[in-house]
């Protein structure tokens, strides 16, 4: 049984392209969360959902979108695909005040 | 705000042998606080967790780590390193904020170990 599940695993596209990224979770936990992986391993959050409620936006541009249909699911729509967004993306979750579980992560390669 | 330091970028140590990986945080109060690993193409697993108790956490794949607050450390701990350990590992410091619990990363320890 996956608890937290992404995809696609891996998505390659061209500049100036929108796609999107879907996440998962079995566990019941509350929140919910985005991560990016740049090419350094360096690992920052983007958003953070609670129970479908934004709860954490950190400095992303608007192009990135969360959605969070319900607290199981937390998909991540990005617009006009820059060069620069190149990066593994991860999703996460927590019960409160617990530790991260994180999916398998979604390659994405901007060409 | 909390903030965590990994000094070491890369470490390469032998099979067999013994492994610390060191971790620094910064935060006023007690923080909560964790050891992940990321197996190449992989998410990240957690290995262990400290949020208050006992100072010598055991975690999973016989790691250990200690909480010492004097020194504002948490240094991941195996006493026999096995090939299959090969990986990154990250630790992250967590903390109250605005109600809610805010984790930070490090920038991660790579680990090669050598036949």
């Known amino acids: 049984d996956t608890a937290v599940s992404q995809t696609p695993k891996y998505l390659v596209t061209q500049m100036g392209n929108d796609k999107s990224i879907k996440c998962e979770q079995n566990?019941?936990?509350?929140?919910m969360y985005w991560y990016k992986q740049d090419s350094k391993k360096f690992l920052k959050i983007m958003f953070s959902?609670?129970?479908?409620?934004?709860?954490i936006n950190e400095t992303v541009p608007n192009r990135f979108s969360p959605k969070s249909p319900d607290k199981a699911h937390l998909n991540l729509h990005i617009n006009s695909l820059e060069l620069g967004d190149s990066a593994v993306y991860f999703c996460a979750s927590s019960q409160e005040g617990g530790e991260r579980i994180f999916g398998p992560g979604t390659r994405l390669t901007v060409l | 705000a909390q903030s965590v330091t990994q000094p070491d970028i890369h470490i390469t140590v032998s099979e067999g042998a013994s492994l610390e990986l060191r971790c620094n945080y910064s935060?006023?109060?007690?923080?909560?606080l964790f050891w992940y690993v990321q197996s190449p193409g992989q998410g990240l697993q957690l290995l262990l967790k400290y949020f208050s108790g006992d100072t010598l956490v055991q975690g999973i794949k016989g790691f250990e780590a200690e909480f010492k607050r004097s020194q504002s450390s948490f240094n991941l701990r195996k006493p026999s390193v096995h090939w299959s350990d090969a990986a990154e590992y990250f630790c992250a410091v967590g903390a109250e904020s605005g109600g809610y619990q805010k984790v930070t990363f490090g920038i991660g320890t790579k680990l090669q170990v050598i036949p």
């Open positions: 959902y609670n129970n479908k409620e934004l709860i």
């Open positions: 935060y006023g109060a007690t923080p909560y």
């Open positions: 566990l019941g936990h509350d929140t």
